[in-house]
């Protein structure tokens, strides 16, 4: 008899929605990282979107740089381990990694992050690289690690001394770099291929071309990737062999193996030889392949945009952690199940009775138990979610860019917003506080009451720009925050009125309207408040791109997200005064760029922000 127990963890899709099943007990172990840097913080983000993988010296021992942080997996053990901002990461969006011959993993992150490296199960900074933008890692024959940036190639012995070697950079940034040992050094840009010579580079004149695109070095061949093919060059002779049994196309990876070359070319993995081409199975979805390493004898591991693989000629498989954010619902068919989105663009917490968190992404709405943490994902409401609204009675409607707008009821019934056949991309929306909603679409502001639908305020009317944002505190004015200024509609005279001052021609992103408080006004170039026509700016915010904005009335504290990290900001009597700055580099956020705020209440009396970015889903206790 099969071990099976009623969980909902793993839901399956069903009319559109993911619902509970049960599932076998055996799972794969979250063995989880027991060093958190920011224990304030948690990370909740997929991490099947593989950009890079390493391979230990133990076999099977694999370390994935993601868009949601770092996984470690141990598939021949059943094990994991998860890598997330709150582990010491700058952010979760890892873009390289390697292994050097010490058995230290090092990782870079993001534009301008730096080199980090794992030290007792925290993620520490390499400081004599400072915050440079990391393109590529690699080990060389002795184990040293090699570092590739926009700056710069480096040479890495130890994390705690400078590098060893110093090269500049050739011109554009590093695509691929090949490294044997310090002599035998190659490196390849839109320029062409780089050779090391001295303390520079030699750009090698027959390989002057833009299309190369990696490289790998293997006996006395240096193994070229193309956008039309596979080359092969003869260190010895200078010879450039191309096969014709070699597939013809984009080549996107390359790994030596021990009887050849693992190649990634069109979406087909395959080991290339002097004179042949095997393929192995070909994935079942389609996504971009961006590594492979070698395993034992004829295995490869295969790192796409839909997660990790172990192939051979006679299967390929997927690798799971078979839980939620990675795996939400059952494979369908040969497919794995479907990931969170870590692009989180709107956050709402519907009922206080009923915990839970629900979040539009780019790729549609998930919703999140907190108590049970089970994970659903409404699969028929569209895709690009902009906004999630809540009556706190149980209905919450879901503006979607490609679906319009949807209504969800405490049942689960879904009912698609009907009669509004101009109502064509769905950009912001606002509860009325009187009843009803106001909806902003390309054409225009659209009023909700009842079961009407009303376009009240057509985008001619503006003259110029298009509405961004809407907020409503009072009966009798709204808010309406465009491309080219902030203005106030005025509903029983349908009257639009300019505000003037400063902001009448601001990039208004986000409005935030409390009662009996003045309105917050998020912009392209800061952050405002104020009423009628007396506004003013908090200075701490200047050139600042404001994103999202959040109250939380417990400590009576704003919290203002931003292009570049997210602030704390408690009330004075002149103004708003910031008294926290957070950054991927002195917190745990996943990623600096916020796009969505919600706060609820703990368990400890204190208050959760939840924090949206492209790079995950963020909770910060306090």
Same mark, same amino acid.
């Given at each position: 008899?099969?071990?099976?127990?009623?969980?909902?963890?793993?839901?399956?899709?069903?009319?559109?929605?993911?619902?509970?099943?049960?599932?076998?007990?055996?799972?794969? &172990?979250?063995?989880?990282?027991?060093? *958190?840097?920011?224990?304030?913080?948690?990370?909740?983000?997929?991490?099947?979107?593989? &950009?890079?993988?390493?391979?230990?010296?133990?076999?099977?021992?694999?370390?994935?740089?993601?868009?949601?942080? *770092?996984?470690?997996?141990?598939?021949?053990?059943?094990?994991?381990?998860?890598?997330?901002?709150?582990?010491?990461?700058?952010?979760?969006?890892?873009?390289?990694?390697?292994?050097?011959?010490?058995?230290?993993?090092?990782?870079?992150?993001?534009?301008?992050?730096?080199?980090?490296?794992?030290?007792?199960?925290?993620?520490?900074? +390499?400081?004599?690289?400072?915050?440079?933008?990391?393109?590529?890692?690699?080990?060389?024959?002795?184990?040293?690690?090699?570092?590739? /940036? /926009?700056?710069?190639?480096?040479?890495?012995?130890?994390?705690?001394? @400078?590098?060893?070697v110093t090269l500049p950079t050739p011109g554009d940034p590093p695509r691929a770099i090949a490294a044997v040992n310090d002599t035998d050094l190659w490196l390849c840009n839109a320029q062409g291929i780089h050779?090391?010579?001295?303390?520079?580079?030699? &750009?090698?004149?027959?390989?002057?071309?833009?299309?190369?695109?990696?490289?790998?070095?293997?006996?006395?061949?240096?193994?070229?990737? /193309?956008?039309?093919?596979?080359?092969?060059?003869?260190?010895?002779?200078?010879?450039?062999?191309?096969?014709?049994?070699w597939p013809a196309g984009e080549v996107t990876a390359l790994a030596p193996a021990a009887n050849g070359l693992w190649m990634a070319c069109r979406g087909q993995v395959g080991l290339a030889t002097e004179n042949?081409?095997?393929?192995?199975?070909?994935?079942?979805?389609?996504?971009?392949?961006?590594?492979?390493?070698?395993?034992?004898?004829?295995?490869?591991?295969?790192?796409?945009?839909?997660?990790?693989?172990?192939?051979?000629?006679?299967?390929?498989?997927?690798?799971?952690?078979?839980?939620?954010?990675?795996?939400?619902?059952?494979?369908?068919?040969?497919?794995?199940?479907?990931?969170?989105?870590?692009?989180?663009?709107?956050?709402?917490?519907?009922?206080?009775?009923?915990?839970?968190?629900?979040?539009?992404?780019?790729?549609?709405?998930?919703?999140?138990?907190?108590?049970?943490?089970?994970?659903?994902?409404?699969?028929?409401?569209?895709?690009?979610?902009?906004?999630?609204?809540?009556?706190?009675?149980?209905?919450?409607?879901? @503006?979607?860019?490609?679906?319009?707008?949807?209504?969800?009821?405490?049942?689960?019934?879904?009912?698609?917003?009907?009669?509004?056949?101009?109502?064509?991309?769905?950009?912001?929306?606002?509860?009325?506080?009187?009843?009803?909603?106001?909806?902003?679409?390309?054409?225009?502001?659209?009023?909700?009451?009842?079961?009407?639908?009303?376009?009240?305020?057509?985008?001619?009317?503006?003259?110029?720009?298009?509405?961004?944002?809407?907020?409503?505190?009072?009966?009798?004015?709204?808010?309406?925050?465009?491309?080219?200024?902030?203005?106030? +509609?005025?509903?029983?005279?349908?009257?639009?009125?300019?505000?003037?001052?400063?902001?009448?021609?601001?990039?208004?992103?986000?409005?935030?309207?409390?009662?009996?408080?003045?309105?917050?006004?998020?912009?392209?170039?800061?952050?405002?408040?104020?009423?009628?026509?007396?506004?003013?700016?908090?200075?701490?915010?200047?050139?600042?791109?404001?994103?999202?904005?959040?109250?939380?009335?417990?400590?009576?504290?704003?919290?203002?997200?931003?292009?570049?990290?997210?602030?704390?900001?408690?009330?004075?009597?002149? /103004?708003?005064?910031?008294?926290d700055e957070f950054t991927v580099q002195t917190s745990g956020l996943a990623g600096n760029h916020i796009l969505a705020l919600t706060l609820s209440p703990n368990s400890n009396g204190g208050s959760n922000l939840?924090?949206?970015?492209?790079?995950?889903?963020?909770?910060?206790?306090?």
């Amino acid at each position: 008899m099969t071990d099976l127990q009623d969980r909902s963890d793993l839901p399956i899709a069903l009319g559109g929605e993911d619902l509970p099943i049960p599932v076998a007990n055996a799972q794969p &172990r979250h063995e989880r990282a027991t060093a *958190v840097v920011y224990p304030a913080w948690a990370t909740h983000a997929s991490q099947r979107h593989v &950009r890079d993988l390493a391979i230990a010296s133990r076999q099977s021992d694999i370390w994935l740089a993601t868009g949601g942080g *770092v996984l470690h997996w141990w598939p021949d053990l059943e094990r994991f381990t998860r890598y997330g901002s709150e582990h010491g990461l700058p952010g979760n969006a890892a873009m390289a990694i390697a292994v050097d011959g010490k058995k230290r993993v090092w990782v870079g992150c993001g534009d301008r992050l730096g080199l980090y490296y794992l030290e007792q199960g925290l993620w520490q900074h +390499y400081a004599p690289l400072g915050e440079l933008t990391i393109c590529r890692l690699t080990t060389d024959s002795s184990g040293r690690l090699w570092v590739s /940036t /926009t700056d710069g190639t480096f040479g890495i012995d130890q994390p705690d001394a @400078a590098p060893v070697v110093t090269l500049p950079t050739p011109g554009d940034p590093p695509r691929a770099i090949a490294a044997v040992n310090d002599t035998d050094l190659w490196l390849c840009n839109a320029q062409g291929i780089h050779r090391r010579n001295g303390e520079g580079w030699v &750009r090698q004149s027959e390989y002057v071309r833009p299309e190369i695109l990696k490289l790998a070095r293997q006996g006395q061949y240096l193994w070229v990737a /193309t956008f039309y093919g596979l080359e092969r060059v003869d260190l010895d002779t200078g010879e450039v062999y191309r096969s014709e049994q070699w597939p013809a196309g984009e080549v996107t990876a390359l790994a030596p193996a021990a009887n050849g070359l693992w190649m990634a070319c069109r979406g087909q993995v395959g080991l290339a030889t002097e004179n042949d081409w095997r393929p192995l199975k070909k994935l079942s979805v389609e996504a971009p392949i961006v590594a492979l390493g070698a395993g034992s004898e004829d295995e490869v591991w295969i790192g796409s945009h839909s997660g990790l693989w172990r192939g051979d000629f006679s299967d390929i498989q997927f690798q799971s952690s078979q839980s939620p954010p990675d795996d939400i619902g059952l494979p369908v068919g040969s497919k794995p199940p479907a990931t969170f989105s870590n692009m989180v663009q709107a956050l709402a917490i519907p009922q206080q009775n009923r915990p839970e968190l629900w979040m539009g992404t780019a790729q549609g709405l998930f919703r999140w138990n907190l108590v049970t943490d089970v994970w659903r994902r409404q699969g028929q409401l569209g895709q690009d979610i902009r906004a999630v609204v809540t009556d706190g009675q149980g209905e919450t409607w879901i @503006a979607s860019w490609t679906e319009g707008l949807s209504c969800l009821t405490a049942e689960g019934v879904v009912d698609s917003a009907p009669k509004l056949p101009d109502l064509d991309l769905v950009l912001a929306m606002a509860p009325n506080p009187g009843g009803g909603y106001w909806v902003v679409g390309m054409n225009g502001l659209y009023q909700h009451q009842g079961q009407e639908w009303k376009l009240v305020l057509p985008a001619q009317a503006l003259k110029t720009g298009w509405i961004q944002a809407i907020a409503q505190a009072e009966s009798d004015h709204v808010w309406v925050g465009t491309s080219a200024g902030l203005f106030r +509609y005025l509903p029983s005279r349908n009257d639009l009125q300019p505000v003037p001052g400063d902001i009448s021609s601001a990039d208004i992103r986000t409005l935030l309207a409390l009662p009996k408080r003045p309105l917050l006004v998020g912009t392209q170039r800061g952050l405002y408040w104020g009423k009628a026509k007396r506004w003013q700016q908090v200075e701490d915010l200047a050139r600042r791109a404001i994103t999202a904005l959040g109250w939380d009335p417990q400590t009576k504290r704003l919290w203002v997200g931003t292009d570049l990290g997210l602030y704390r900001l408690k009330p004075t009597q002149q /103004t708003w005064e910031v008294v926290d700055e957070f950054t991927v580099q002195t917190s745990g956020l996943a990623g600096n760029h916020i796009l969505a705020l919600t706060l609820s209440p703990n368990s400890n009396g204190g208050s959760n922000l939840w924090i949206g970015t492209p790079c995950g889903l963020n909770c910060f206790s306090y």
